[in-house]
T-cell receptor, first 114, second 115 residues
Framework: AQKVTQAQTEISVVEKEDVTLDCVYETRDTTYYLFWYKQPPSGELVFLIRRNSFDEQNEISGRYSWNFQKSTSSFNFTITASQVVDSAVYFC???????????FGKGTRLSVIA | DGGITQSPKYLFRKEGQNVTLSCEQNLNHDAMYWYRQDPGQGLRLIYYSQIVNDFQKGDIAEGYSVSREKKESFPLTVTSAQKNPTAFYLCASHRGDRAWDYGYTFGSGTRLTVV
């Protein structure tokens, strides 16, 4: 069975601090896709990144970076120099190859305090 | 702009009533999905449809029904059999043509409350 675990339910940081959101997944497939989504208070989920299982390169996009490690089945997300606008619920998700539905973790609520 | 439109944004249901949540997409994708979100529970899959006139149950389909008569539309009915329907409901379809790896784009959601 595939499963996504986000052990951190809530995180609170002061603005400009760095913060890492953890994501651990379980799957027996060799081909799969990992995602991060942001859900601001408005409610709509916003796509942040997709990573294929055969591409372990880490990725950086501005203040956001992602660390994918197949050896530990983790796909962690770091926000550098956090800002109040980063306050949201962040979801990690997993999908097999083929047209199967995404499986989501329970989310991590990040609060950035000015 | 292509996207997912959900309506209404807020919906109130009396005990014993059926209510229908609308989801429309103009992305021209075959697949559509319904998720339910409860505080601390993440997103749980209710139903999904890979093609017109076909749909599959997700993890929590009991008390819900769907139809897929048109490619653009995937309405969700919350029946009186759903014992705890108060939640935030999200509809989704694929982000791009390479549906197998692009993840989803979501609507803005419908917040359903039982009164």
């Amino acid at each position: 069975a595939q499963k996504v675990t986000q052990a951190q339910t809530e995180i609170s940081v002061v603005e400009k601090e760095d913060v890492t959101l953890d994501c651990v997944y379980e799957t027996r497939d060799t081909t799969y896709y990992l995602f991060w989504y942001k859900q601001p208070p408005s409610g709509e989920l916003v796509f942040l990144i997709r990573r294929n299982s055969f591409d372990e390169q880490n990725e950086i996009s501005g203040r956001y970076s992602w660390n994918f490690q197949k050896s530990t089945s983790s796909f962690n997300f770091t926000i550098t120099a956090s800002q109040v606008v980063d306050s949201a619920v962040y979801f990690c998700a997993l999908r097999f190859s083929g047209n199967t539905p995404l499986v989501f973790g329970k989310g991590t609520r990040l609060s950035v305090i000015a | 702009d292509g996207g997912i439109t959900q309506s209404p944004k807020y919906l109130f249901r009396k005990e014993g009533q059926n209510v229908t949540l609308s989801c429309e997409q103009n992305l021209n994708h075959d697949a559509m999905y319904w998720y339910r979100q409860d505080p601390g529970q993440g997103l749980r899959l209710i139903y999904y449809s890979q093609i017109v006139n076909d749909f599959q149950k997700g993890d929590i389909a009991e008390g819900y029904s769907v139809s897929r008569e048109k490619k653009e539309s995937f309405p969700l009915t919350v029946t009186s059999a759903q014992k705890n329907p108060t939640a935030f409901y999200l509809c989704a379809s694929h982000r791009g043509d390479r549906a197998w790896d692009y993840g989803y784009t979501f609507g803005s959601g419908t917040r359903l409350t039982v009164v």
